[in-house]
């Protein structure tokens, strides 16, 4: 029997085959690269939104009064809605008092929680949605994530509340009077603060993840005496972001 001939194809056929090719490859590049920049726009907008209401938060435990404008103005925008609903026939005397009593009971809970508190895991979500990127905002959620959480500590303490520490979302390293006063995913900026904060008499300790069975993430972790911590503080921000206003030390003495 013998082999059937050799097809032989066309120089044309070739460049087609080749040319399907990088067509297929290069859409399939240029969709790789749609889905992570739409995810990069995603957690950039959302580190963004977590830091403004960071910044809010720390704003109203700073200046409670604020913070009681500011939610007034909310309950009686939504005390209008209703009763315009009930106008219009969309709601029944019996449901408008039912979502009255809704609405009040939210406010109550809105109110009694912490703002500092709420500063804390805003500017926590931010720090981990910008992780990854290089933006201000991450920057100054590294900062002021450990502001509030010291802050709303305070808060608990000046109350006479006893709770226990892990309600505080301890860090690695937080233990005992230790706190967190800064976290950096770069070795050579944690070795470089650690130097600053040392030189200014802070007596810093830095936690790396090493030490952690199964960090999820890289890190270090800057942690100083809680007497020290405002010292701290405002060492790292005067150095890392002098563009951050000094106010911070006005938040635990507005309590």
């Known amino acids: ?3 059937p001939p050799f097809r032989k194809h066309s120089p044309h056929f070739l460049f087609s085959s080749i040319s399907s090719w990088f067509g297929r490859l290069f859409g399939g590049l240029w969709a790789v690269v749609f889905v992570y920049g739409a995810i990069w726009v995603d957690f950039r907008s959302r580190a963004e939104a977590s830091y403004r209401d960071g910044e809010r938060y720390l704003q109203w435990a700073r200046n409670p009064a604020e913070r009681t404008r500011h939610q007034e103005a909310e309950y009686l925008k939504e005390s209008e809605r209703l009763f315009s609903l009930q106008e219009r026939g969309k709601l029944t005397p019996e449901d408008l008092r039912l979502e009255q009593d809704v609405l009040q009971s939210r406010f109550d809970l809105i ?7 709420r500063a804390y895991f805003s500017f926590r979500d931010a720090h981990r949605y910008s992780s990854h990127l290089k933006i201000d905002d991450g920057l100054k959620a590294r900062l002021l994530e450990p502001v509030a959480k010291h802050v709303w500590r305070e808060e608990v303490f000046r109350q006479g509340l006893s709770v226990p520490g892990e309600m505080f979302d301890p860090a690695p390293g937080e233990t005992g009077d230790r706190r967190l006063v800064f976290s950096t995913p770069d070795p050579n900026e944690a070795a470089l603060l650690f130097h600053l904060l040392m030189k200014k008499g802070v007596l ?6 090493k030490r ?3 960090a999820v993430r890289e890190g270090f972790w800057l942690t100083v005496p809680s007497a ?3 010292k701290a503080h405002e060492t790292l921000r005067a150095f890392l972001a002098p563009d951050l206003p000094v106010v911070l ?3 635990s003495s507005s309590l």
């Open 228 to 230: 020290s911590f405002w």
């Open 111 to 117: 109110g009694a929680d912490s703002s500092a508190k």
């Open 204 to 209: 810093v300790r830095v936690f790396d993840d």
């Open 1 to 3: 029997m013998t082999r």
């Open 249 to 251: 030390g006005e938040v």
């Open 212 to 214: 952690i069975r199964g």
